[in-house]
């Protein structure tokens, strides 16, 4: 609170502390749990390392770090989908984002709940925030493009009629309703909108729909034989939007990852139980595990196709090298991510993360030099990136403290990876095989 007496910030006993300048709460190194639409721009780099970096013509082909994914193979057992990957490549059903697809809005309204505003104007502060984020996720210019009717088509029901009520995350949640629901919506609007260049059908509803009219907000990312059909084409990504769950900052961080399933991302956290979901396997870091520190991972980003090859260091032999990793949150044309191969559906990963962009909820002990492992045969509902450790973390659920500081190592599946520079530019890791 501020005082009236000396317009200075005030918390109250036992609350965090507040920076007089920003009025904004001062971050301890843990960070803060809550999820932020704050965007940190990096000012210019004042400091320079000066380590020797390994040449790139020392290290393996990219393409032998495009690790591919288990599934089309047939490689995990049990598998019940066909629709997300965690590795190469993805499904040719999904919209591309780095070819800026189209997101065409159906914008319906019902017998007893109508729009009184254009749905543009409704959705302005969603498109903007979605559109906005994916363009930062990007190396290369890229859009998310919408398409939105000028006004609401009436559906010839009430909103009660449809039975959308069910809560995915409470039980009650019938997908073959809300299907049923888009192909309703498609046959009233397929007269009046051309599908032509759309790739996603995002069906919304005015804002005063509320959760208990609709209890789920649905992301269907459909296989080959699950197309929705309009006049133009078939279309196999389909957002159903829900009544709100949350504030603002839920809500539209929740639009954008749903949006991500789109694209072809899997949930990277455990969603075995819908309504006891575990994000401790990667902690704080990446949208489609947790809204905290959002910014996509570097290997997400590598396999949407908006993070370019060159920014990519492959180490497939057993020499020692040294890599330059610029802060995964910036936008720049330098490396970003260092991947070393073990096996067809397995590697190490490495990255840097900061206090930048999206991710402005990190505590100083989460930034630095982040590992992780990615195995693509861990079956859907469970997370193929975990995050590694080192022995001095303690914060195991959400691992703000796993990330590599200045000297600090650790060991993984025979490989030893050790943080030797850190600044501004990001951080220098050292990759040894060992054993």
């Known amino acids: 609170m501020c005082n009236t007496w000396d317009n200075r910030y005030t918390p109250r006993p036992g609350a965090q502390q507040v920076d007089q300048a920003t009025g904004k709460i001062v971050l301890g190194p843990l960070g803060s749990l809550s999820s932020t639409l704050e965007y940190r721009a990096q000012s210019n780099t004042t400091q320079k390392p000066s380590s020797v970096i390994t040449k790139p013509s020392d290290l393996a082909d990219v393409s032998q770090c495009k690790i591919a994914d288990a599934g089309p193979f047939g490689d995990i057992s049990n598998n019940p989908q066909k629709h997300f990957v965690s590795g190469f490549p993805l499904y ?42 994916y363009q930062k996720q990007s190396t290369n210019p890229i859009q998310v493009k919408w398409s939105i009717p000028k006004s609401y088509f009436r559906m010839p029901k009430s909103i009660a009629d449809y039975d959308l009520s069910g809560d995915l995350f409470k039980g009650g949640f019938n997908p073959e309703k809300a299907f049923s629901y888009v192909r309703e919506a498609i046959n009233q609007v397929d007269a009046s909108i051309d599908f032509t260049d759309a790739s996603i059908i995002a069906v919304v509803v005015p804002p005063q729909v509320t959760r208990k009219q609709i209890g789920t907000f649905v992301a269907q990312a459909g296989e080959p034989s699950q197309a929705f059909r309009t006049n133009e084409k078939n279309i196999f990504n389909v957002l159903i939007m829900g009544g709100p769950a949350g504030e603002k900052s839920y809500e539209l961080l929740n639009w954008t990852h749903e949006t991500g399933h789109m694209f072809g991302l899997t949930d990277v956290r455990d969603t075995s139980d819908p309504t006891n979901q575990d994000s401790s396997d990667l902690g704080v870091f990446d949208l489609m595990n947790s809204m905290v520190a959002p910014e996509l991972l570097a290997w997400q980003r590598f396999l949407l196709g908006v993070l370019n090859d060159d920014q990519v260091r492959c180490v497939a032999s057993s020499s020692m090298t040294t890599h330059l990793l610029a802060p995964v949150e910036r936008i720049t044309t330098d490396t970003k991510m260092v991947v070393i191969p073990i096996s067809k559906y397995k590697a190490i990963i490495v990255e840097s993360r900061r206090n930048l962009g999206y991710d402005t909820s990190l505590g100083t002990l989460s930034e630095g030099a982040i590992v992780y492992t990615l195995d693509t045969t861990i079956p859907y509902r469970k997370s193929p990136l975990k995050i590694v450790s080192p022995t001095s973390a303690t914060d195991l659920k959400w691992r703000r403290d796993s990330a590599l500081k200045l000297n600090q190592s650790l060991t993984v599946w025979g490989y030893k990876i050790t943080n030797i520079e850190s600044g501004d530019f990001g951080d220098v890791v050292k990759v040894e095989k060992i054993g």
């Open 92 to 133: 040719p059903e999904r919209a591309v984002l780095s070819k800026s697809p189209t997101i065409q809005v159906i914008a319906i309204d019902f017998t007893d709940l109508q729009g009184s505003n254009s749905p543009a104007d409704d959705l302005k502060e969603t498109t903007a925030f979605v559109s906005d984020f």
